[in-house]
């Protein structure tokens, strides 16, 4: 099955980016995301704690088995202060901590954006560390297929204004469901697995 990495997140406070975002847009982009891919592609992402609980509920809202849906990855630099849903996860990939945070999140996502079966990435909301993931997505996997989506703000705005979106041309700057399909051509009448 094809993957697709998910990098997203809701800006905290006293953050770069808090206050440029649309939490609810962000939760909206997410939820459709989920509700499309789900069961028809692996679903790749870092644990963060805004998006991990979201990824939760839309697996047992859509009856999908974890196992054959999400790869959630965690830095060992956090262990200890995981979000709970977490241990929900059956495919959970723990990555070496080194001696900070930067270093710590820079392994993680080295080896998650490494990964050898991911076709695309999704961007949706975040902090600067969205900014990073793209970089490195870009890098390791040139080929791939980037979808950022710029309407709920934050990080992803600029790696869509990075790729030349124009706003004035955008007619469904919401429809996040009609963005995934004629991006990454996953269609809702695919089969879940």
Same mark, same amino acid.
């Given at each position: 099955m094809d993957e697709i990495f998910l990098s997203a997140s809701i800006p905290q406070p006293g953050r770069q980016y808090y206050g440029t975002a649309d939490p609810l847009l962000i939760h909206f982009a997410v939820r459709a995301f989920?509700?499309? *891919?789900?069961?028809?592609?692996?679903?790749?992402? =870092?644990?963060?704690?805004?998006? *991990?609980?979201?990824?939760?509920?839309?697996?047992? =809202?859509?009856?999908?088995?974890?196992s054959h849906a999400v790869t959630l990855y965690q830095s060992e630099f956090f262990r200890g202060r995981y979000p709970t849903e977490n241990g929900d996860f059956p495919d959970v990939v723990f990555t070496q901590a080194q001696a900070d945070l930067p270093s710590s999140l820079r392994v993680m996502r080295e080896e998650m954006l490494g990964r050898k079966k991911l076709t695309a990435a999704v961007f949706i909301g975040g902090m600067e560390g969205i900014l990073d993931e793209y970089d490195i997505f870009t890098k390791a996997n040139p080929s791939a297929h980037v979808v950022a989506v710029p309407r709920p703000g934050g990080a992803s705005r600029d790696v869509a204004l990075r790729q030349g979106y124009d706003e004035q041309l955008d007619q469904f700057p919401t429809d996040f469901t009609r963005l995934f399909i004629e991006q990454l051509g996953v269609l809702p009448s695919e089969p879940r697995i």
């Open positions: 989920l509700t499309l *891919t789900l069961g028809r592609r692996r679903v790749v992402w =870092g644990g963060h704690p805004s998006i *991990t609980p979201m990824v939760l509920a839309a697996c047992q =809202g859509l009856g999908v088995a974890y």
